[in-house]
């Protein structure tokens, strides 16, 4: 059976098209739009209405899409919102919209169902680390969720208001950041960290979702997105360390135009994203991060 599912988070918006067997995916299509539904939700408490606008248009790309080369999952796709839909006042107005532009209803995940489904998620394309102790870290737009389970029996998990847009919003005013300003940044990471849910100093440490991923396929110097060379991969940590230093000095303008292929419409954000996962690195006590590609969209396919 071939299924389709659409996550919309804070920063981005994607779709996923797949064929089920069992806890198998086999991933025939995916696609990735940067709207930013979440932008300015932090401080207003509001989805903006150029925003939804934004996530509407994509999202009828998307339909159009479907129908025209899987019409039998069209109008049964599952799509689901996340941190910037359950911060807003006006989250009913955006979800009535979109199923009146499309015919789809949103499902809001809360932060502990947004964990669990990544946890599975993550670990449905990395079938040799499904029997191994796990710690699953999703840094998304506007929340952080962390997971740890033995396989596929998940045992602890937390959703965090820290995200890549969120923390880019509330302490970078100025490009290049200021050293203060990333350094208080870090010092609420840190914080929030310490809050955290603990795991065996062995689990395997997975990272997933687009800061991930995309610094992972700019390292291996990937010209277009490949899962099958990201899932699996390692990232260390002075990968890491290196972006972080090299986009400190950049305008978010020079960091797309360097990298456009993984870093359009991330260029003003990716620097809290990095710091989150280096500080996640850091808590745990890991020098690497296993890659995954997988995430909510393909976690949602699993359990719905």
Do not use: C
Not at 37 to 58: C, F, M, T, W, Y
Not at 59 to 86: D, G, I, N, W
């Amino acid at each position: 059976m071939i299924y389709a599912s659409i996550d919309i988070g804070t920063n981005s918006v994607l779709l996923l098209v797949a064929e089920l067997s069992g806890n198998s995916i086999n991933v025939l299509k995916e696609m990735e739009s940067v709207p930013r539904l979440g932008k300015g939700v932090d401080k207003e408490r509001n989805l903006q209405p150029d925003s939804i606008h934004r996530v509407i248009a994509v999202l009828k790309q998307y339909q159009t899409y479907l129908e025209e080369h899987f019409p039998s999952t069209a109008q049964h796709t599952v799509v689901t919102a996340t941190s910037a839909v359950r911060d807003a006042s006006n989250r009913e107005e955006f979800v009535k919209l979109v199923q009146k532009e499309t015919g789809w209803n949103i499902r809001l995940l809360s932060g502990d169902e947004e964990a669990k489904t990544t946890y599975r998620g993550a670990l449905s394309v990395l079938n040799k680390k499904i029997t191994s102790e796990n710690l699953v870290f999703d840094i998304g737009g506007g929340s952080t969720e962390i997971a740890y389970g033995l396989g596929s029996n998940l045992k602890r998990f937390i959703s965090i208001d820290m995200g890549s847009v969120r923390f880019t919003e509330r302490y970078i005013n100025s490009y290049p950041p200021t050293v203060k300003s990333l350094g208080r940044m870090r010092q609420n990471v840190q914080l929030l960290l310490s809050k955290s849910i603990k795991a065996n100093s062995d689990a395997n440490l997975i990272g997933v979702a687009g800061t991930v991923t995309s610094i992972a396929a700019i390292a291996m110097g990937l010209k277009t997105f490949d899962a099958t060379k990201l899932d699996g991969r390692t990232l260390g940590k002075s990968t890491i360390i290196h972006y972080m230093n090299l986009f400190a000095s950049m305008m978010p303008e020079e960091i797309e135009a360097q990298y456009p292929t993984y870093l359009s419409g991330r260029g003003e954000v990716i620097m809290a994203g990095l710091i989150i996962m280096d500080e996640i690195m850091q808590f745990y006590n890991k020098s690497e991060i296993t890659v995954s590609t997988g995430g909510i969209r393909h976690g949602i396919l699993l359990t719905s």
